[in-house]
């Protein structure tokens, strides 16, 4: 698979290919071009770097344009759990707004091109914009939804049930849904699904081994193919 050109992702927000989904876009302008000057900043992180710690003041707000990151919440105990995983589009952490601090913390599975916007910055304009206090709204409600419902399926489902949506979920996250056959680049580990599924990596890679046996999928390292959507999605029933 070709790797993106991420010079060319540190762009005008005009230029962006996610000018629509990003709300320091709504905040900026289209013509700026993020510098260390400005309220935000656009930079290239390697596979590994913390975006955030958990304990951590909450600062800013973090849009991924590329890449991947897995959010963790590590207990007093050191146990600790991915609770979710982010795609290019996406904002980094939103549901932890409702507090001062960071309460797990954001790790990038690949090299990534991450925005930073000031928080602060966010909210003053928010006053005056309804239209971007909708938008912000909009999108914790949708994420902590999103966790509502993994939690659930953790707790009701069985293993290959919460591994089949699981490869739904990132279909649809990816806007892959509309291709054939359909390809996922998993950036995550065995591991990773595993933690986040509350399954053993064992499990999670006997469960891959059977959909493969059954034509449901392709494996290939990290590389999936989904032969047939609608077999696929009829695993949940």
């Keep these: 698979m070709l790797q993106p050109d991420y010079s060319r992702l540190l762009l005008r927000c005009s230029e ?21 000057s400005t309220p935000l900043q656009n930079l290239i ?8 710690n958990q304990g ?27 609770i979710n995983f982010y795609f290019p589009g996406e904002v980094i952490g939103l549901p932890q707004l409702q507090h001062s601090h960071h309460s797990s913390s954001a790790v990038t599975l690949e090299k990534s091109v991450i925005c930073s916007f000031s928080l602060r910055f966010i909210l003053a304009n928010c006053e005056g914009n309804p239209h971007l206090l909708n938008t912000v709204l909009e999108r914790f409600d949708a994420e902590i939804q999103h966790r509502h419902e993994s939690l659930l399926a953790i ?24 291709n054939y056959p359909i390809l996922l680049s998993l ?3 065995r591991a990773d699904i595993a933690n986040y599924l509350g399954l053993a990596p064992e499990t999670i890679s006997r469960i891959l081994s059977k959909y493969e046996k059954s034509g449901l999928i392709l494996v290939n390292k990290k590389k999936i193919q989904i032969n047939n959507l609608n077999d696929l999605s009829a695993c949940l029933e």
């Design 16 to 36: 962006c290919g996610k000018i629509n989904r990003c709300l320091a876009c709504a905040l900026i302008g289209d013509q700026l071009r993020p510098t260390d």
């Design 45 to 52: 992180q390697p596979k590994g770097h913390y975006i955030y």
């Design 56 to 82: 951590d003041e909450i600062k800013n707000l973090f849009f991924l344009k590329a890449g991947s990151v897995k959010n963790i919440y590590t207990n007093k105990r050191g146990d600790q759990q991915i």
């Design 155 to 178: 707790n009701h489902r069985s293993a290959g049930k919460r591994l089949a949506d699981f490869l739904l979920e990132l279909i649809y996250r990816h806007d892959l849904s509309r």
């Design 187 to 189: 950036t995550m580990s």
